[in-house]
C-alpha cells in the first residue's frame, strides 16, 4: 500500500467525523444529553486523528500523481491549501472536545459553553470538509470539475459556466 492509497482509505473519515459529530451534537444539545454530547466530542477527535493522517499521506500521494495526465498541479495545492486549514480546525475542534469531555465528566457548568463553541466550529468545518472533500475528488474525478467536458451527440464539448 503506498501513500498515495492510504490517503484515499483515511481521508474520507475526517468528513464523515465532522458531518456526524455535528448532528450527533445537535440532537444530544436538543435532547440534554450527555451521552451523545460526549459521543460527538469522541467522533471530533478520532476525526482529528484520521486528519492528521490525512496530511502525513498526502505529499506522497501528490508525489505519486502530480506528474500525470489531467491532474494539474494546481489543483493538487487548491486541495493542499483547504487540507491544511482543516487539519487547523480539526485540531482546535479535537482539543475543545477534549476539554468539553472531562468538563462534561466534572459536571461542570462551563460545559454548554464549551459545547456550543464546539458546534460553531464544526458549523464551519461542515463548509470546509466540502470545499476539501470536492477538491480532493477533482484531481482524479475530472468529471466533477467546473470546467468538466461533457458529451453532446457523440462530441466532447467544453461545459460552460452561464451567468444569469
Given at each position: 500500500?503506498?501513500?498515495?492509497?492510504?490517503?484515499?482509505?483515511?481521508?474520507?473519515?475526517?468528513?464523515?467525523?465532522?458531518?456526524?459529530?455535528?448532528?450527533i451534537?445537535?440532537?444530544?444539545?436538543?435532547l440534554?444529553?450527555?451521552?451523545?454530547?460526549?459521543?460527538?466530542?469522541?467522533?471530533?477527535?478520532?476525526?482529528?486523528v484520521?486528519?492528521?493522517?490525512?496530511?502525513?499521506?498526502g505529499?506522497?500521494?501528490?508525489?505519486?500523481?502530480?506528474?500525470?495526465?489531467?491532474?494539474?498541479?494546481?489543483?493538487?495545492?487548491?486541495?493542499?491549501?483547504l487540507?491544511?486549514?482543516l487539519?487547523?480546525?480539526?485540531?482546535v475542534?479535537?482539543?475543545?472536545?477534549?476539554?468539553?469531555?472531562?468538563?462534561?465528566?466534572?459536571?461542570?457548568?462551563?460545559?454548554?459553553?464549551?459545547?456550543?463553541?464546539?458546534l460553531?466550529?464544526?458549523?464551519?468545518?461542515?463548509?470546509?470538509?466540502?470545499?476539501?472533500?470536492?477538491?480532493?475528488?477533482?484531481?482524479?474525478?475530472?468529471?466533477?470539475?467546473?470546467?468538466?467536458?461533457?458529451?453532446?451527440n457523440?462530441?466532447?464539448?467544453?461545459?460552460?459556466?452561464?451567468?444569469?
Amino acid at each position: 500500500m503506498n501513500d498515495a492509497h492510504l490517503h484515499m482509505v483515511v481521508n474520507h473519515f475526517p468528513i464523515i467525523g465532522i458531518v456526524f459529530g455535528f448532528g450527533i451534537l445537535i440532537v444530544g444539545l436538543i435532547l440534554k444529553n450527555k451521552t451523545l454530547i460526549n459521543t460527538s466530542f469522541v467522533l471530533f477527535i478520532v476525526a482529528a486523528v484520521f486528519g492528521a493522517i490525512s496530511m502525513a499521506t498526502g505529499e506522497g500521494a501528490e508525489e505519486l500523481v502530480e506528474d500525470m495526465p489531467n491532474i494539474g498541479k494546481q489543483i493538487i495545492h487548491e486541495h493542499e491549501e483547504l487540507a491544511e486549514k482543516l487539519a487547523v480546525l480539526l485540531y482546535v475542534l479535537a482539543g475543545l472536545s477534549l476539554a468539553g469531555l472531562y468538563l462534561n465528566f466534572k459536571n461542570n457548568a462551563k460545559t454548554k459553553l464549551v459545547s456550543f463553541l464546539i458546534l460553531g466550529i464544526a458549523t464551519a468545518g461542515l463548509f470546509l470538509v466540502q470545499k476539501v472533500g470536492t477538491s480532493g475528488g477533482e484531481i482524479r474525478h475530472t468529471e466533477i470539475r467546473a470546467n468538466a467536458n461533457t458529451m453532446v451527440n457523440g462530441s466532447v464539448k467544453q461545459s460552460e459556466e452561464h451567468e444569469d
